[in-house]
């Protein structure tokens, strides 16, 4: 039988399946319910949780690279003080 199988959840760090009720690591965030499949992937959620909440999308990413652009053009010219 399958049927377990839609049980099933995904760990948001390293994207391993994992059923729900057999994972005693959990953190709430608002109305979900994460899960983990490890200690290491539970504390990296809990350091850098935005990273891996749905917030942080396309727009979040678009944003992130216009700065290393930006800080490309600005940052890193031919050094002018020093001849
Ligand atoms: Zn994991």
Request: proline residues 6%; aromatic residues 10%; contains cysteine.
């Amino acid at each position: 039988m399958t049927s377990q199988e839609k049980n099933q959840v995904v760990d948001p760090v390293c994207g391993a399946r994992l059923d729900p009720g057999r994972t005693p690591r959990q953190v709430r965030r608002g109305s979900h319910i994460y899960y983990f499949c490890s200690p290491e992937c539970m504390a990296r959620f809990n350091q850098n949780s935005g990273r891996y909440l749905k917030g942080k999308g396309f727009i979040a990413r678009f944003i992130d690279r216009l700065a290393r652009a930006g800080r490309r053009e600005y940052g890193s010219g031919r050094p002018c003080c020093h001849g």
